[in-house]
């Protein structure tokens, strides 16, 4: 297991996760997917990097109509990315390399193919009918409410052989699982424990607060001319979600001895709840995903656009520093399968893209929490350049681009919005070289790969000690022995300053300053230095700027001073 340092309590305190998107990872049999073999291929490049837990996205079996996150069997791996034996080996060899394995559980829906729903829909008395959420028409033969799906159009679906609608919180092939079902919770408690006798290290736990809802299931609240309601508020953090955390906290983990890994994807949750969530005597979650950073640049929904505000990013940021504070804890993520790539996001993808992709990774890394690398960010890797609509596979783009063509909407603003938060952006392959298709697959891509893979990728940084992948080497053997990077405490400063991104750690007498330059110009600050004994720990320039109560900070440059 990982060298952790000697007051930690945990050892996913001082460890970073790297997560995988299997599907455009490392393909191995030609097929133009990714598959598992190649993620053991890779372990070695990984062990290299440092991580210290490997999260999948799902491989099970699926019809992938959502890539995956529509499950039709729990226990057993798709062919497209394998087997059981292959996911067996790749735990014991990843455990050869002090790496565990964290798996992605996706328990608020299942597939519509997944056999409990088959026979959920086959009759109204069949003994799993109540595994999901069935509702017949209304009085006047409209659906049972007004809520939208995630993924466009209503939460409703009609199934012509019981008479009746099912609910959909994302797409039409993926039912939600009826949390309020002992029997469903049961099913669900084995499962997990069948996968932690396998030897996986924990869960990602897909929007996990969503899975207990508003009694009723009412309306939502609906604007005048909206063709639905909003029903996120009756669905996100619903009144039994502690019970049934602590519930399944008590089936599968408590009576273990070793420590697991838990996340909840929590979209909508609030730091206060998320405190409670993730304190350790409340018997809940390790920690959460929680989505107010990532929505500061996004308006009135997911596809509007509005410009990066360093100012509302330290709030959000800062706030959930302080509020988890000693009680909770925090996870730290820029990306993941579903956001655009950070370094084109709010970096500076062109002329500084490996300055402030080295910026982000420290800002990041040095706050308090579990911090996840997403694959290609630890080199940089950007969104791609999407010209035309039918560049995109992902259903919540294409599902959208159809309802805004079918509203007669503005289809340029739309093509605007898919190219800068579509999650097609994070799910081109990976970048192993500068070969054809990067080396990703012999065969073709299943999506294309983006045409700077000759600029961008591991075999040139692996060789290079100033590439941004060594810069994220050095961030994530830091964690395992810098005790105040891992437990000191977090004040914020230059709190109101548009340019500059700046914190302090403490723990005892011990502390460090992060300063960030988060812009493309030249920045002069003075300040009262906290220390008069620091040292400079780590900087993204080749010279680092001295230590002193005033600071010239260049283009995206950050500093971190120790003490
Ligand atoms: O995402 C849930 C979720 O909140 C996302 O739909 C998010 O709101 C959106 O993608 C932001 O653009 C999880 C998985 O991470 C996602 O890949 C799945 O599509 C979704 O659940 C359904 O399982
Ligand atoms: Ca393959």
């Known amino acids: 297991m990982t060298q952790s340092l000697g007051e930690n309590p945990v050892w996913w305190k001082t460890s970073t996760v790297y997560q995988i998107y299997p599907r455009s990872f490392a393909d191995t049999n030609g097929d133009g997917f990714g598959d598992v073999r190649g993620i053991i291929d890779r372990l070695g490049y990984l062990a290299h990097l440092g991580v210290d837990v490997l999260w999948l996205s799902p491989i099970y079996k699926s019809p992938q109509d959502d890539n995956g996150y529509d499950i039709s069997d729990y226990q057993d791996i798709d062919p497209l990315f394998g087997s059981l034996a292959d996911v067996d080996e790749l735990i014991a060899r990843a455990k050869e390399h002090n790496i565990r394995i964290v798996m992605d559980l996706v328990v608020n829906h ?12 086959s009759s109204k008395d069949n003994p799993k009918r109540d595994w999901y959420i069935w509702r017949p028409a209304r009085e006047d033969g409209g659906r049972p409410n007004n809520w939208s799906s995630f993924f466009s159009g209503s939460v409703w679906e009609w199934d012509e052989g019981t008479q009746e609608y099912f609910l959909h919180l994302f797409s039409k092939k993926q039912p939600d699982l009826n949390w309020e079902n002992p029997d469903l919770r049961r099913a669900v408690y084995d499962m997990m424990n069948w996968w932690l006798d396998r030897g996986v290290a924990g869960f990602r736990m897909d929007v996990i607060n969503l899975i207990s809802k508003v009694p009723g299931l009412p309306d939502g609240e609906q604007a005048p001319g909206d063709e639905f309601g909003n029903g996120f508020p009756l669905t996100a953090n619903g009144p039994r979600l502690t019970e049934f955390l602590q519930e399944m906290h008590r089936e599968v983990f408590a009576h273990r001895d070793e420590a697991f890994l838990t996340v909840g994807e929590c979209p909508g949750i609030r730091a206060e709840f998320a405190t409670e969530v993730t304190n350790p005597a409340n018997a809940m979650l390790d920690m959460v995903f929680q989505f107010e950073h990532v929505g500061i640049d996004q308006g009135n929904g997911k596809w509007d656009e509005l410009p990066f505000d360093l100012l509302k990013l330290k709030s959000s940021l800062g706030y959930w520093q302080t509020q988890l504070g000693e009680e909770g804890w925090n996870s730290l993520y820029w990306n993941n399968h579903d956001q655009p790539r ?24 040095f706050h308090r929490g579990t911090p996840y690398v997403y694959q290609g960010e630890e080199l940089g890797m950007t969104n791609f350049p999407f010209t035309s609509i039918d560049q995109f596979q992902d259903l919540e783009t294409l599902n959208h681009h159809r309802e805004v063509l079918g509203h007669n909407g503005d289809v340029n603003a739309a093509m605007n919005g898919f190219r800068k938060f579509g999650r097609d952006n994070a799910r081109t392959p990976m970048h192993w070289d500068g070969s054809v298709d990067a080396g990703f697959s012999r065969g073709t891509p299943w999506l294309a790969v983006n045409p700077n893979h000759q600029q ?6 692996v060789g290079d000690p100033n590439s941004v992948f060594h810069f994220y080497r050095r961030l994530i053997a830091l964690r395992k022995t810098d005790r105040v990077m891992a437990f000191g405490d977090f004040t914020m400063w ?25 812009s493309n110009n030249d920045v002069h600050r003075t300040f009262e230095p906290p220390s008069d004994s620091a040292v400079t720990l780590i900087h993204n320039y080749p010279d680092a700027p001295a230590i002193a109560a005033e600071i010239s900070l260049r283009p995206w440059e950050v500093v971190v001073h120790r003490w």
């Open 342 to 365: 950070i370094v084109s996001r709010w970096g500076n993808d062109a002329e500084y893209r490996e300055l402030s992709a080295k910026l982000l990774g420290t800002v990041l890394h």
């Open 456 to 461: 961008i990728n591991a075999a040139q940084q």
């Open 494 to 518: 230059f709190e109101h300053d548009p340019e500059v991104y700046g914190f302090t750690r403490r723990l005892d007498a011990e502390g460090l300053l992060l300063l960030a330059n988060w």
């Open 110 to 121: 299942s597939s519509d193919e997944h056999p409990w729903f088959v026979e959920s829909r």
